[in-house]
């Protein structure tokens, strides 16, 4: 089983949609939590962090189940420039970064 | 503020023959990581380096792989010898300090063994 799950997508949306991904984690010591965006031939690029509390920036709302070991992104009122790859991420107690297989967007006119 | 550069952008190699990767990371960051991202993969940690200290080296093929820091700073990641599998992605990224800081990922040199 992998640490991180995603579902791989594609999820192709008409612009103006509410989108959510989901993604699960396996190792319960896991400490901290993140979403980072990947465009097509690019780096990697944070996105947010996630909280317990839930956290939204702007469009783009994060939540965090630690009972469930479930995180979610929620995308709203989506733009074209959001097409790209989601990619859930856990940090071990250890720094370590674990990475998912993400998650690929595409938002349509 | 410049960010990670990477060296070369490309690198097609045969199968058996080595390569070498260039990373310098983003000026003043402590901990330097190596990652290699398969297609359709997430990336997987290598090598954590924190100045010219290995961190975590446990997912790095050592019979074939090697990444040295000598001066804290720069580093460089060989493949020696190549196989088709080595194909992918490898990112080399940055933090700050290494407990809790965003890492920043550098554009990726993207290898094909044939």
């Known amino acids: 089983r992998k640490e991180v799950e995603q579902d791989p997508g594609p999820f192709n949306v008409p612009e103006g949609a509410t989108v959510a991904f989901n993604c699960t984690y396996s190792?319960?010591?896991?400490?901290?939590f993140f979403w980072y965006r990947q465009d097509c031939r690019k780096e990697p690029k944070l996105l947010m962090s996630v909280y317990s509390s839930g956290n939204e920036d702007g469009r783009f709302t994060a939540q965090l189940n630690r009972a469930s070991q479930y995180i979610s992104l929620l995308i709203r009122d989506s733009k074209l420039s959001d097409s790209a790859t989601y990619l859930c991420v856990v940090r071990h107690n250890t720094d370590k970064l674990i990475f998912g297989t993400g998650t690929r967007l595409q938002v349509f006119p | 503020e410049a960010g990670v550069a990477q060296s070369p952008r490309y690198k097609i190699i045969e199968k058996r023959q080595s390569v070498a990767f260039w990373c310098n990371p983003i000026?003043?960051?402590?901990?330097l990581y190596w990652y290699q991202q398969i297609l359709g993969q997430g990336p997987k940690l290598l090598i954590q380096f924190q100045n010219n200290g290995v961190v975590d080296d446990s997912q790095l093929p050592k019979d074939r792989f090697s990444a040295e820091r000598l001066k804290g700073v720069d580093s460089t990641l060989k493949i020696q010898p190549a196989k088709l599998e080595d194909s992918a992605v490898y990112l080399c990224a940055s933090s700050l300090l290494s407990w809790g800081e965003t890492q920043y990922f550098g554009p990726g040199t993207r290898l094909l063994v044939l």
């Open positions: 190792n319960s010591a896991s400490q901290s």
């Open positions: 000026s003043g960051h402590a901990t």
